[in-house]
C-alpha cells in the first residue's frame, strides 16, 4: 500500500478564499483522523471519523472549518473563509483498529496571505 | 481525559551518548502509549507502541522505552545516539475501548551533536 496519501502538499491561498485538503487513507484502515500543527500549539486533533462517521469534532476550531468523508477511500478538509492564522501543517492519519498505531501522511503545508 | 506531558522543548545530546526523551500520560483507563519520530518536512512515523503487553518495548532504530504505571511514565531511551536520530518526537496516548483517538504530546526536538 502507497500509505496514506495526502493532497495538494502545498497550499498558499489568499485571505478570503476557500481551501479545500484531500486525503486516501489506508485501504482498510476504520479510522480518519485530521490534525493541524503549528509552532505555538503543536499537533491538534481536529476530526475523527470511524467508518466514514464523524465521532468527534470537538477539535475543530470553528464554523468555517468542515470536514467530510463520502467513502472509506477519501475525506476532505475546508476552510472557507480562510485566515492567516489558518496557516499550518496539515495531516491526516488512518488506523484500522481502535487503540492502534495511526498512520501518517506527509502533510499539507497551508500558507494564507 | 487522557493528556500527555513531555517536559521542555529540547534536548541536545552528543554522538554516542545516552538519550532519554521524558513522556508523562494520565488517563482514566489503562492506556496505549506511543512514540513518534518527524523529520523534517515529513509526516509523523512510529517509533513504538505499548498495548498492555511486555512493560519493556523495542522499537526501530535502536529505542525502546518502559511503561512505569506507577509512575505513569513511558520514557524513551537509546543507549548511544546517532546523528540520524536528531529529529522531533512524540510521545501519544490514547485509551483502551471504542473510538479511541490519539492525543500528542507538544514533542521533543532532538539534536545531536558531533
Known amino acids: 500500500d502507497a500509505g496514506v496519501i495526502q493532497s495538494p502538499r502545498h497550499e498558499v491561498t489568499e485571505m478570503g478564499q476557500e481551501v479545500t485538503l484531500r486525503c486516501k487513507p489506508i485501504?482498510?484502515?476504520?479510522?480518519l483522523f485530521w490534525y493541524r500543527q503549528t509552532m505555538m500549539r503543536g499537533l491538534e486533533l481536529l476530526i475523527y471519523f470511524n467508518n466514514n462517521v464523524p465521532i468527534d469534532d470537538s477539535g475543530m476550531p470553528e464554523d468555517r472549518f468542515s470536514a467530510k468523508m463520502p467513502n472509506a477511500s477519501f475525506s476532505t478538509l475546508k476552510i472557507q473563509p480562510s485566515e492567516p492564522r489558518d496557516s499550518a501543517v496539515y495531516f491526516c492519519?488512518?488506523?484500522?483498529?481502535?487503540?492502534?498505531?495511526?498512520?501518517f501522511g506527509q502533510g499539507t503545508r497551508l500558507t494564507v496571505v | 481525559a487522557q493528556s500527555v506531558t513531555q517536559l521542555g522543548s529540547h534536548v541536545s545530546v552528543s554522538e554516542g551518548a545516552l538519550v532519554l526523551l521524558r513522556c508523562n500520560y494520565s488517563s482514566s483507563v489503562p492506556p496505549y502509549l506511543f512514540w513518534y519520530v518527524q523529520y523534517p518536512n515529513q509526516g509523523l512515523q512510529l517509533l513504538l507502541k505499548?498495548?498492555?503487553?511486555?512493560?519493556l518495548v523495542k522499537g526501530i532504530n535502536g529505542f525502546e522505552a518502559e511503561f512505569k504505571k506507577s509512575e505513569t511514565s513511558f520514557h524513551l531511551t537509546k543507549p548511544s545516539a546517532h546523528m540520524s536520530d536528531a529529529a522531533e518526537y512524540f510521545c501519544?496516548?490514547?485509551?483502551?475501548?471504542?473510538?479511541?483517538?490519539?492525543?500528542f504530546g507538544k514533542g521533543i526536538t532532538l539534536s545531536v551533536r558531533p
Open positions: 505499548y498495548t498492555s503487553a511486555a512493560t
Open positions: 501519544a496516548v490514547s485509551e483502551s475501548g471504542a473510538n479511541s483517538k490519539l492525543t
Open positions: 485501504s482498510g484502515h476504520d479510522y
Open positions: 492519519a488512518s488506523s484500522f483498529r481502535e487503540g492502534g498505531e495511526a498512520f
